[in-house]
């Protein structure tokens, strides 16, 4: 029996990587959100508000975020994570998905509480914040946008600021409609609009989030195809108990059983780390080898 290890995590993880991206966008939107909170509270709109509360959100999960990143790029001196920490980055997304919702849900009630209220918005404050907020989310959005692929952390962020940025958008349509209609519900429609929208999209990060924590086969790879190309390496006999799971992102993990023909152990080792670094895009991979002659292992039920 032998067991093989391929390492190939170049420069590091996705979420060190473009660690700097979240610093930016970190500062941008952290100087913003004290502006828009309290021209929020002064003149009275909901839609300003409920985007301030979301910017909030947002500067605790870009927080979550480079702290998540900086643990994960620790080694463990304790011995006992032999994996590390990247799962800080995965948590730090749960919380981003958790920030999401409470804000999703503070809007709607906030926003069926005013319903048959005359409600006074002032519409100038909201359309000079407004268009200085799509200006900042813009930017940070073009600064998260290129490790949203690689990283589900920076994807945290980066859905963060498009909800933010749809939110800076909503803010001048109602700053519009309640200057040309002198009519304060639009303000509130809009508010209840950015908070269903909001929720939407935290439940579609809480779905990969989930997949990842639950050890699911990552997106895109089959167990069965993987099986079936390390089955067809020349020297093996047979092949089961294939697992393969993401262990954060840009980072997937896989094991095998492989039972070899006679004298064809090493040379089936070494093919099958092979395989699975250049064709599935597996570069950790712990892989047990057995002799067809005098097989020791048998397969798993779970």
């Given at each position: 029996?032998?067991?093989?290890?391929?390492?190939?995590?170049?420069?590091?993880?996705?979420?060190?990587?473009?660690?700097?991206?979240?610093?930016?966008?970190?500062?941008?939107?952290?100087?913003?959100?004290?502006?828009?909170?309290?021209?929020?509270?002064?003149?009275?709109?909901?839609?300003?508000?409920?985007?301030?509360?979301?910017?909030?959100?947002?500067?605790?999960?870009?927080?979550?975020?480079?702290?998540?990143?900086?643990?994960?790029?620790?080694?463990?001196?304790?011995?006992?994570?032999?994996y590390g920490s990247y799962r800080a980055?995965?948590?730090?997304?749960?919380?981003?998905?958790?920030?999401?919702?409470?804000?999703?849900?503070?809007?709607?009630?906030?926003?069926?509480?005013?319903?048959?209220?005359?409600?006074?918005?002032?519409?100038?404050?909201?359309?000079?914040?407004?268009?200085?907020g799509l200006v900042v989310n813009l930017?940070?959005?073009?600064?998260?946008?290129?490790?949203?692929?690689?990283?589900?952390?920076?994807?945290?962020?980066?859905?963060?600021?498009?909800?933010?940025?749809?939110?800076?958008?909503?803010?001048?349509?109602?700053?519009?409609?309640?200057?040309?209609?002198?009519?304060?519900?639009?303000?509130?429609?809009?508010?209840?609009?950015?908070?269903?929208?909001?929720?939407?999209?935290?439940?579609?990060?809480g779905r990969q989030v989930l997949a990842?924590?639950?050890?699911?086969?990552?997106?895109?790879?089959?167990?069965?195809?993987?099986?079936?190309?390390?089955?067809?390496?020349?020297?093996?006999?047979?092949?089961?108990?294939?697992?393969?799971?993401?262990?954060?992102?840009?980072?997937?993990?896989?094991?095998?059983?492989?039972?070899?023909?006679?004298?064809?152990?090493?040379?089936?080792?070494?093919?099958?780390?092979?395989?699975?670094?250049?064709?599935?895009?597996?570069?950790?991979?712990?892989?047990?080898?057995?002799?067809?002659?005098?097989?020791?292992?048998?397969?798993?039920?779970?």
């Open positions: 029996m032998g067991a093989g290890h391929g390492h190939g995590h170049g420069s590091g993880h996705a979420g060190e990587r473009h660690r700097w991206r979240l610093a930016v966008s970190f500062g941008l939107i952290a100087a913003f959100f004290s502006v828009e909170l309290v021209v929020g509270l002064t003149s009275g709109s909901l839609a300003l508000l409920s985007d301030a509360g979301h910017m909030a959100a947002d500067v605790v999960a870009l927080g979550a975020a480079l702290v998540a990143t900086r643990v994960a790029s620790r080694p463990d001196t304790t011995g006992r994570r032999t980055e995965v948590f730090a997304s749960g919380l981003a998905v958790l920030l999401m919702l409470g804000v999703s849900a503070y809007v709607v009630v906030e926003a069926l509480g005013r319903r048959g209220s005359d409600v006074a918005v002032a519409s100038t404050p909201m359309l000079v914040v407004g268009g200085l930017v940070a959005l073009l600064l998260l946008r290129g490790g949203a692929d690689e990283s589900l952390n920076v994807k945290g962020a980066y859905l963060e600021v498009v909800a933010d940025t749809l939110g800076s958008v909503g803010v001048l349509v109602a700053g519009w409609l309640v200057a040309t209609t002198g009519d304060g519900v639009w303000d509130t429609v809009v508010a209840l609009t950015i908070g269903i929208f909001v929720a939407v999209r935290a439940l579609v990060l990842v924590l639950g050890q699911h086969v990552p997106a895109g790879m089959e167990v069965e195809v993987i099986a079936a190309d390390l089955a067809a390496l020349e020297g093996v006999a047979d092949v089961h108990d294939v697992h393969v799971w993401t262990l954060t992102s840009g980072m997937h993990v896989a094991t095998a059983h492989l039972v070899a023909e006679e004298g064809q152990a090493q040379r089936v080792l070494d093919d099958a780390r092979s395989l699975l670094r250049r064709e599935h895009e597996i570069s950790h991979a712990t892989l047990q080898v057995e002799s067809a002659a005098s097989r020791e292992c048998h397969e798993l039920d779970w």
